[in-house]
Each structure stands twice: as C-alpha cells, then as structure tokens.
C-alpha cells in the first residue's frame, strides 16, 4: 500500500515539473523584427505616400485576407480551402480613401526575386484573385528613384478637369460635367453612392484627352468609367 501511495507521489510530481515546462519562454521562440520594411521598400513607401498626398491613405504589409474575403455561396470546405489561400499572403501596400478607408487599388513593388518560379505563381494568383475580386492591383518594378507624377497618375488614372479644355473658356468648362443620360433617357447613377455620373475629360496621364463618366460627388467617390 505504501508503495502505492509512492507511485503516486512520483506521478504527480513528474505531472507538475511537465507542466511548468509547457508554459516556458522555450514554447514561444520569438524575437522582434527590426524594422516592417526592406530599405527599398520603406523607400517607395515614402515616395507613394507623397503622390497619394491628402487625397488618400498608404498602409504597407497588409494581409490579403483582410481586404477580400471567399465569396458567399461556397460549400464550407471550398470556403476554407479559398481563405487558406490567401490567409498567409499580404499586399505591399494598400491605398485607401482617407475618409472611410474604402481600397482604392493595391500596390506591389516587384524586386528581383519576383523572377522565381514560386514567386511567378504567387504573383499569377493574386492578380487573378484581384482580378476576381474586382480589386485594382499595381505592379512597379523596384528602382533607385521614382517619379511622383507617375505614381501619382497610377493612383490616380482619371481625374476630373480643372483648367479650360481645348481653347474653351474657363466658364464653359462646366459643359464636360453635364449629367449622364443612358439609353431610356434616364440620369445614371454612381453604382458606389449613388450620385449622378457625369461626363469629364481626363486631363493628363495616357488617358488624357478621352471621355469618362465619374462621379459628381469626387473626390469623396472616385467611381469612373467609359461611356
């Protein structure tokens, strides 16, 4: 009987010791990252948050996850199987309206090592996932300088006229915001906001000269497309 009761004093002590170790420093090998990003892409992050300037907001290393989502409709594996896909990815950066943070596009700054194999496939999927998603996605080669003009006319390919056009007086250039009307003669509303679209004219950029239709209420909406 005493032996008994020996075994089982043994048994718990070994029980105990166990469980202090399960709760060590050794159960959790982590250490701080120095910094979020490389030099180049801390440095492209400046460049692209001047040429977003007030009109909108820069976040960098942001989870795919957490700017789309498995769509609805799908059976619960598939919908695991589609999360898992993009839980353990992220965008470089993500440009935001700084009102609501609604994603205006995504921005992925390419290096060299995006011409390995696994990096081509890992790019091939999330272009079509944003693609399917109906999210804009960038893509700018790394290099040792950029030119605000042009990240400013990637971010912003469209935008409304605010100078005389084609030798028209500056208090005519109202004529190129006149309301849209579609086929049944019926104003066309923004899909985002529901404000009127109207017609404007890009005024720089390699769409400049062409009709678009935008929103009226921009630059709080930057809906647009071509009529």
């Known amino acids: ?39 180049a892409e801390r440095s492209f992050f400046g460049v692209l948050s001047q040429a977003a300037g007030d009109e909108a907001v820069i976040f960098g290393k ?9 769509r609805k409709g799908l059976s619960r594996s598939d919908w695991q199987k589609a999360f898992n896909r993009i839980s353990a990815k992220h965008f470089d950066y993500v440009v935001c309206t700084p009102d609501t943070l609604s994603v205006i596009a995504v921005v992925e700054l390419d290096d060299r090592s995006h011409a390995k194999k696994k990096r081509i496939e890992r790019d ?39 100078e005389p056009v084609l030798g028209i007086p500056e208090n005519a250039v109202a004529e190129f915001e006149e309301p849209y009307f579609g ?19 890009a005024k720089k950029g390699a769409n400049k000269g062409a009709e678009f239709l935008g929103c009226s209420a921009f630059p709080k909406c930057r809906y647009v497309e071509t009529p």
Request: net charge neutral.
């Open 1 to 39: 009987m005493e032996w008994l009761v020996l075994v089982g004093f043994v048994v718990i002590v070994l029980f105990l010791t166990l469980s202090r170790r399960g709760s060590s420093t050794d159960d959790y090998p982590y250490e701080p990252q120095e910094v979020l990003f490389s030099p």
């Open 183 to 201: 086929e049944a003669e019926q104003r066309v509303l923004c899909p985002k906001c529901s404000s009127e679209l109207v017609r404007r004219v």
């Open 62 to 70: 942001v989870r795919i996850a957490d700017v789309m989502k498995p």
């Open 124 to 162: 091939h999927f999330v272009e079509n996932a944003c693609s399917s998603a109906g999210i804009t996605l960038h893509r700018v080669k790394a290099r040792a300088a950029y030119k605000l003009v042009e990240l400013r006319e990637l971010i912003f390919p469209l935008e409304p006229v605010e």
